[in-house]
Antibody, heavy 121, light 105 residues
Framework: QVQLQESGPGLVKPSQALSLTCTVS??????????WNWLRQPAGQGPEWIGR???????DYNPSLKSRLTLSLDQSKNQFSLKLNSVTAADSAVYYC?????????????WGQGTQVAVSS | DIQLTQSPPFLSASVGDRVTITCRAS??????FAWYQQKPGKAPKLLIY???TLQTGVPSRFSGRRSGTEFTLTISSLQPEDFATYYC????????FGPGTKVEI
């Protein structure tokens, strides 16, 4: 059973970068079985897919975030990370990491518990 | 962008009721359509994928169907643990979610 846990600051100042890490247990991020995803959910809204990264470091990004977004892997720590530049209040949300199977990569089978991020000065 | 319209946004129901939630896509989106259930303070949980395939462990009272660009989630007999918010999700171009339907007592 894949388990995921997000970590990172709960408060980020406007115009700064948001960095989050997802620690994976129960599977290696080097396995070809899964894509590793980030999603977020503003209060009272549906989830929004941010992007995904594969074991070979191939990435796909939400077009609306692509210019500010970088996803990366740290295979030595079995972690993957998100960096979102130039944040604004609109980036305040609960951020989730999630795993999806390669053969149906757009469905999210395993989720972390989520981490609340507020963008405020 | 592909738009997903979910209805109703809120639904009041009782235990034992048959409940149907509809999600309409703005264009053809293929067959990897999914439904998620979310309870307060928790991450969404994948219920149904590929339109009608139940995720492992999901009770058979949940079902999904497709008619063209309209997708439905039906709960045949609502149970106390089913009171939650339900989201539809489509895969075309990049994954997007509907705005949700809150099922309340």
């Amino acid at each position: 059973q894949v388990q995921l846990q997000e970590s990172g600051p709960g408060l980020v100042k406007p115009s700064q970068a948001l960095s989050l890490t997802c620690t994976v247990s129960g599977a290696s991020i080097s396995t070809p079985t899964y894509y590793w995803n980030w999603l977020r959910q503003p209060a009272g809204q549906g989830p929004e897919w941010i992007g995904r990264i594969y074991t070979n470091a191939h990435t796909d990004y939400n077009p609306s975030l692509k210019s500010r977004l970088t996803l990366s892997l740290d295979q030595s720590k079995n972690q993957f990370s998100l960096k979102l530049n130039s944040v604004t209040a609109a980036d305040s949300a609960v951020y989730y990491c999630a795993a999806s199977y390669v053969y149906r990569r757009d469905n999210f089978d395993y989720w972390g518990q989520g981490t609340q991020v507020a963008v405020s000065s | 962008d592909i738009q997903l319209t979910q209805s109703p946004p809120f639904l009041s129901a009782s235990v034992g009721d048959r409940v149907t939630i509809t999600c309409r896509a703005s264009q053809d989106i293929g067959s990897y359509f999914a439904w998620y259930q979310q309870k307060p303070g928790k991450a969404p949980k994948l219920l149904i994928y590929s339109v009608s395939t139940l995720q492992t462990g999901v009770p058979s009272r949940f079902s999904g169907r497709r008619s063209g660009t309209e997708f439905t989630l039906t709960i045949s007999s609502l149970q106390p643990e089913d009171f939650a918010t339900y989201y539809c999700q489509q895969p075309k171009n990049y994954p997007t979610f509907g705005p949700g339907t809150k099922v309340e007592i």
